[in-house]
């Protein structure tokens, strides 16, 4: 039996390494290190022409959105906070489009931090644009408990609370109509969405390729190789 394909997003950053100092596209191996000990194959996707989302999405049996920079205000119709990071408009719209063709297509879709957060825009909502006390330290991941909420897909993945790696500053403030709430952080913070029926599209908003607890990227392999 072929394992399934899964797409995951990545930056496009400076990066060096050995002699070189360049654009690279760049990912944390945890993500495809997550999608493997899953049972799936993953295919890196850097930032690339929005037009080509849904013949990229075609030829996946599942996607990842990836974590990384905040979400630009704009796409949710606010003006940038103080705190609020640089724009990445290209990932951004990148990402918004494969989202899009994504649960048009029914390809099962999990969204890691940023990822939520943009499955939220795509569906019309808006975000915090900072809050404290879900990171570690600069480049830091924290940790804290997760709580589902029961009769919702997360809660059927993860049924128990659990204690997960999280490393943001930024979550969702107006739902969107179309997703529901499937877990929340003990100060109400949003930590898990996820789109009700048939389809297979759930948001994260902490970092599983940081943990030891692979149920989530799990479910997204098992929803692909069903697909």
Not at 65 to 94: F, H, K, L, N
Not at 104 to 131: F, K, M, Y
Not at 134 to 160: C, D, L, S, W
Request: contains cysteine; negative net charge.
């Amino acid at each position: 039996m072929s394992k399934p394909l899964i797409g995951v997003t990545t930056y496009l950053e400076p990066a060096k390494w050995g002699v070189w100092d360049m654009p690279a596209a760049l990912l944390p191996a945890g993500y495809p290190r997550l999608v493997q000990a899953a049972g799936g194959l993953a295919a890196l996707l850097p930032p690339d022409d929005p037009a080509l989302a849904e013949s990229v999405v075609s030829r996946l049996d599942g996607l990842v959105i990836a974590g990384g920079a905040d979400v630009e205000p704009v796409r949710y119709g606010a003006e940038p906070d103080s705190r609020t990071g640089p724009p990445a408009r290209d990932r951004d719209a990148w990402e918004l489009a494969l989202i899009r063709a994504a649960l048009e297509s029914g390809t099962p879709l999990l969204g890691i931090c940023r990822g939520l957060q943009l499955l939220n825009v795509a569906l019309g909502g808006t975000l915090v644009q900072h809050l404290d006390g879900h990171v570690g330290g600069v480049g830091v991941f924290g940790r804290h408990t997760v709580k589902p909420v029961p009769g919702t897909r997360y809660a059927e993945i993860v049924p128990e609370e659990s204690s997960v790696p999280t490393y943001h500053h930024q979550s969702v403030d107006r739902l969107a109509d179309a997703l529901v709430a499937s877990a929340y952080a003990e100060d109400g913070t949003v930590e898990a969405v996820e789109l009700p029926g048939a389809g297979w599209a759930l948001g994260v908003q902490w970092h599983p390729e940081a943990g030891e607890d692979d149920r989530v990227m799990s479910a997204l392999v098992a929803a692909a190789s069903a697909n």
